[in-house]
Nanobody
Framework: VQLVDTGGGLVQPGGSLNLSCAASGDNLSSGVISWFRQAPGNEREFVTA????????YYTHSVKGRFIISRDNAKTTAYLQMNSLKPEDTAVYYC??????????????????WGKGTLVIVSS
């Protein structure tokens, strides 16, 4: 699967951004799209995921209630709506694909493909 992640930028605290992850190549119908992020000096961490077959979603605790992951089957695109952004959300955000579902979609090693990343800066 080839992934193109876009939509990052500079936003003030409390603001919103919508990231996109366009997928092409392998069929994702049995897989998962996850978003990870990596802040300077930190390891890449899981943020959220969506199971393509039924739309089941998963969130890390720090973004629950603020971020929403969704998908558009026709466009084979996943979206990450980020609301109430905080300075600690500043990071490079990566989408990643798991072609066939496994419970390791929250780990970097569990993913098959990665986008190049898009930078999100939350600052006044």
């Amino acid at each position: 699967v080839q992934l193109v992640d876009t939509g990052g930028g500079l936003v003030q605290p409390g603001g919103s951004l919508n990231l996109s992850c366009a997928a092409s190549g392998d069929n994702l119908s049995s897989g998962v799209i996850s978003w990870f992020r990596q802040a300077p000096g930190n390891e890449r961490e899981f943020v959220t995921a969506i199971r393509w077959s039924d739309g089941e979603t998963y969130y890390t605790h720090s973004v629950k209630g603020r971020f929403i992951i969704s998908r558009d089957n026709a466009k084979t695109t996943a979206y990450l709506q980020m609301n109430s952004l905080k300075p600690e959300d500043t990071a490079v955000y990566y989408c990643a694909a798991q072609v066939r579902y496994s419970p390791y979609f929250i780990t970097t090693d569990g993913m098959d493909s990665w986008g190049k990343g898009t930078l999100v800066i939350v600052s006044s």
